[in-house]
């Protein structure tokens, strides 16, 4: 027996998958504190962003965004600016 030819309809094989939970978003800009950029890293089932925001010092700090609310610093979270995660100025 010969095996299909690439070409040949295998749909039954990858039967069409509907998502059983529709996906809403909105993109929007959450703003910074002061400095040039910010950054959003994760987002939980309540709507509130974590990320991170630079200062108009050129520090990064961490950020805590809430629907209402807006962007509020968490501070370094005990890193100094030497010790933390580097972020990349957008270019």
Do not use: Y
Not at 17 to 46: D, W, Y
Not at 72 to 82: E, K, M, V
């Amino acid at each position: 027996m010969t095996p299909p030819s690439p070409t040949a309809d295998q749909s039954h094989r990858h039967p069409q998958r509907t998502p059983s939970v529709q996906q809403r978003f909105t993109v929007r800009n959450l703003g910074t504190l002061g400095g040039t950029f910010s950054g959003a890293n994760a987002i939980n089932e309540h709507g509130e962003v974590v990320g991170f925001a630079e200062l108009p010092s050129g520090e990064v700090r961490a950020i805590l965004w809430r629907e209402g609310e807006g962007m509020r610093s968490l501070g370094t979270l005990g890193w100094s600016d030497q010790q933390g995660p580097r972020h990349q100025r957008p270019e």
